[in-house]
């Protein structure tokens, strides 16, 4: 996504709080100042959530889960539960093709915590076992049991459920009015509604279309965002686990971060029907140029 210019109506925001966190930028615009201890608690809830989640670093849960080579039993905060209740549906409803088991292969293809960026096709030759959420990971709450090692990946709603869990911060805090950005997903709340430009994926600056975004959220996705080489970056196909080819990008819209940053995912690899049990509007563009979008998608296409 492109970054709104502001509130349609014209009216000046406080200046906005910025920072960096899990390998993106982040912006908070809200109608008054984000103090200094408010500021302080986003900052330990994104640092406490990279230390869980993240394939990056050697002290996160992840890696543990990723070095168990008989597997073992893992507890989660029960923060994170609804994130993980939303990977359940995806997977179920993409028939696999969204699969947060795909990090071992984005490793293997040179998407590492070394970020060395360099496929190690040898490797993935001798793979004699696809990771597969439903058969590898057993859940029961909070708690993962594994029978191996697997490398899990969040990268297809983990940036959104963050969004919405700053956002859940504000809120608490007494926010009303506010936008959370991170490196493109957004939440808003308030009465009045921003402007948010659909980034073309191949034209930095320019824009196929604008949404005009009140109290839920937009997030976006394309190939180009993480790409390393020709036809390598970082969306994948769960059960072919290679990397997309027909979708260069999408556009989710639904009532919060984490479903329109799943649903974004899930576009590249599933027909949007697919995904009929999940209440959210879209656009996609395809490699050959064309653009799809659903009927009830409430902005407009330059086309």
């Known amino acids: 996504m492109s970054s709104p210019p502001g509130p349609a109506d014209g009216s000046t925001p406080e200046a906005p709080f910025r920072?960096?966190?899990?390998?993106?930028?982040?912006?908070?615009?809200?109608?008054?100042?984000?103090?200094?201890s408010l500021?302080?608690?986003?900052?330990?809830?994104?640092?406490d959530f990279d230390r869980v989640w993240s394939r990056f670093r050697e002290d996160s849960l992840v890696a543990r889960i990723a070095a168990a080579e008989h597997g073992g039993r893992f507890e989660i905060p029960e923060r994170d539960v609804p994130m993980l209740d939303?990977?359940?549906?995806?997977?179920t409803a993409t028939n696999g093709t969204v699969d947060p088991l795909v990090g071992r292969h984005l490793e293997l293809l040179g998407y590492d915590a070394?970020?060395?960026?360099?496929?190690d096709r040898e490797a993935i030759a001798r793979l004699t076992h696809r990771d597969c959420w439903a058969v590898d990971v057993r859940r029961e709450g909070r708690v993962l049991t594994t029978e191996r090692s697997v490398v899990i990946d969040v990268g297809a709603a983990g940036k959104g459920y963050l969004v919405d869990l700053i956002a859940q911060t504000l809120v608490a805090a007494g926010f009303d009015d506010f936008l959370v950005d991170g490196g493109g997903d957004l939440r808003h709340r308030g009465t009045r509604a921003i402007r948010a430009g659909l980034e073309h994926p191949?034209?930095?600056?320019?824009?196929?279309?604008?949404v005009d975004l009140q109290g839920g959220a937009v997030c976006a996705s394309a190939t180009n965002r993480r790409a390393w080489g020709e036809g390598l970056h970082h969306v994948l196909d769960g059960r072919t686990r290679s990397p997309v080819s027909e979708v260069v990008a999408t556009w989710a819209m639904a009532a919060d971060a984490a479903t329109a940053d799943?649903?974004?995912t899930a576009l590249f690899v599933t027909a949007p029907e697919c995904l009929s049990d999940f209440e959210f509007s879209w656009?996609?563009?395809?490699?050959?140029?064309?653009?799809?979008?659903?009927k009830d998608f409430p902005g407009e296409l330059f086309l």
Request: net charge positive; charged share 25%.
């Open 19 to 36: 920072f960096s966190a899990i390998g993106t930028e982040w912006r908070i615009t809200a109608d008054r100042r984000v103090r200094r």
């Open 39 to 47: 500021r302080q608690r986003i900052l330990a809830l994104a640092e």
């Open 86 to 91: 939303l990977y359940d549906r995806l997977v």
């Open 114 to 119: 070394r970020y060395s960026l360099m496929p």
């Open 202 to 210: 191949s034209a930095p600056g320019r824009v196929i279309g604008t």
């Open 262 to 264: 799943g649903l974004a």
């Open 283 to 294: 656009v996609r563009m395809l490699t050959d140029g064309r653009v799809q979008w659903s």
